[in-house]
């Protein structure tokens, strides 16, 4: 999620429903987005962030078991996504859809990233 203390810097997401999610931290991910500049000494501490695409997550079933095609939101555990379910939450808080599914407890799952 987007670092409120740090202009243009990145924290693993801590908040259920943040809706400063950014993307998904990910050594594959589908398609990124990338800051453009001259100087690229900024590269050696850059996140790979999937901003678009189907990468592996990390899941927790905390709001319930996840099932295919289920809107997947931040969870309190930091760095998880976890099963959307108050929708009065989720405007700007989605990360995407989960593809595979979780019945209790943690995981890594495939989710197509669609950010709403």
């Known amino acids: ?18 809706t400063a999610v950014m993307g998904i931290y990910s050594t594959k991910p589908g398609a ?3 800051r453009q500049k001259t100087d690229l000494s900024y ?5 790979p962030m999937a901003m678009i695409g189907i990468v592996p997550t990390k899941v927790s079933a905390e709001n319930g078991p996840i099932h295919p095609g289920d809107l997947l939101v931040t969870s309190s555990r930091p ?11 989720m405007l700007g808080a989605v990360i995407g859809k ?15 990233v669609t950010l709403q």
Do not use: C, W
Request: aromatic letters at 6%; proline letters at 2%; glycine letters at 18%.
């Open 79 to 89: 760095g998880y996504a976890m099963k959307g379910t108050d929708r009065s939450q």
């Open 98 to 112: 989960a593809l595979g599914h979780l019945d209790v407890g943690t995981g890594v799952i495939e989710i197509g």
């Open 32 to 34: 990124r987005g990338r």
């Open 43 to 47: 590269m050696k501490d850059e996140v």
């Open 1 to 18: 999620m987007i670092n409120p203390k740090v202009e243009g810097g990145f924290v693993l997401s801590s908040q259920v429903y943040s």
